[in-house]
């Protein structure tokens, strides 16, 4: 070995140069910490930030004709307006805008058409009996799309500042929500990457932008249970990936599993990950079991928060609703198919649930795992019910703070 070399060595591995070391790690980790517990709230960039006193309005000239509420399908109507702010790195946010309603303008070589830059929300207007505009939680929306902007290196913002450009979006669109119980106008949010340039790499500019469509009751003729594949072959999400985020690359892979679920007369899919076939969600809502446990507890139980479970909106308001009643045992942990098809042999298996924005809750009345379907009993009492008693009490109780039948902090009026 060179002299130099053997010295430059030494220097490398000397205690002074160690220290040097372990204080710059040192120096990181509690920026590393904060970026990470605080994006929730706080915008990582430091350029302009958005703010909804700078919205500026143009309203449409030709305003489209209202759909009547019984032609209303999810997600193919939408309002007269929608908001866009733009972002660039070196500005920060641009002025927020509400404008007609139409095809955005993107270069064909933006990142977000080839490397799946996107996040998106969604949230809904509910409109009470006194005509009052509702919003259930909305900065839990705008604290998760922090969260999935951050994930894909986009820029992140002021929850509360956006939140109030996308009120005024809804204010301007209000005829658009429907009146009668059950009917609700969905928001969609979203952020994307704009920079017309190919390469992965970070993007240097990118579009916040929110579009309103006006919708029915996810299930018009009351609820109606549904069957689950459990898939086997597939994943959703696996640790250290992204499957607490929501994020359209989540989504686009699962279409598959579903159509051929489908093809064998199943309506949604049941995620799995494991040797144990650990439970993870049910098509794209969280998963709940309310059974009586190996101890003999009845428990309602959803999969834990562990990295690959998205973090609901409902999901959270049900575990937090439940554990008010204290009726029963609350718990967030995990749970595979082996426990369930027990369960179900020992006739301990009560309920079986999704829950999600869109439905609020889904009934499930039947489990298929390796060639056999396990039956979920529904209402004992009632053969004819498509709902148990617990999950049709949650949605009830839901859906009566959602329109501000129930007084309750979750629901916040729009001024």
Known sequence: MLPATRSCLTRLNSPASTLMRLR?????????????????????????????????????????????????????????????????KSDGWGKPQIKPYGPLSLDPSCSVFHYAF??????????????????????????????????????????????????????????????????????RPAVIATEPTLGVHESRSALFFCICSPCGPYFPTGFTAVKLFANTERVRAWKGGMGNRKVGGNYAPSVLPQVEAAAKGYQQVLWTIGEDYELMEVGTMNLFVYWTNEKGEKELITPELDGTILPGVTRDSILKL????????????????????????????????????????TPVKAIHFKGKDYDVPLNPNDPSSET???TKRLYDTLSKIQYGEIPHEWSITVD
Request: charged share 25%; with cysteine.
């Open 388 to 390: 148990g008693p617990l």
């Open 322 to 361: 439940a554990k008010s009643w204290g009726e029963f045992k609350v718990t967030e942990g995990k749970i595979n198919m082996k426990q369930i098809t027990k369960a179900s042999d020992e006739n301990r298996l009560h309920e079986v649930f999704g829950a999600g924005t869109a439905c609020v809750v």
């Open 118 to 187: 996107e996040c998106f929300e969604g949230l809904k207007a509910y409109k009470d009996a006194n005509g009052k505009i509702r919003l259930f939680r909305p900065n839990m929306n705008m604290a998760r799309m922090n969260a999935s902007t951050q994930s894909l290196n986009l820029p992140q913002f002021n929850g509360d500042e956006m939140l109030k450009c996308i009120e005024e979006l809804i204010k301007t669109d209000k005829r658009w929500i429907p009146s009668k119980p059950g009917y609700s106008l969905y928001i």
């Open 24 to 88: 710059i790690h040192e120096g990181l980790r509690p920026n590393l910490g904060r970026a990470m517990f605080s994006s929730f709230s706080q915008p990582r960039q430091q350029q302009k930030p958005v703010q909804a006193s700078l919205i500026e309005k143009t309203l449409t000239k030709n305003p489209k004709p209202l759909v009547a509420d019984k032609d209303l399908i999810f997600g193919h109507t939408f309002t007269d307006h929608m908001l866009t702010v733009p972002w660039t």
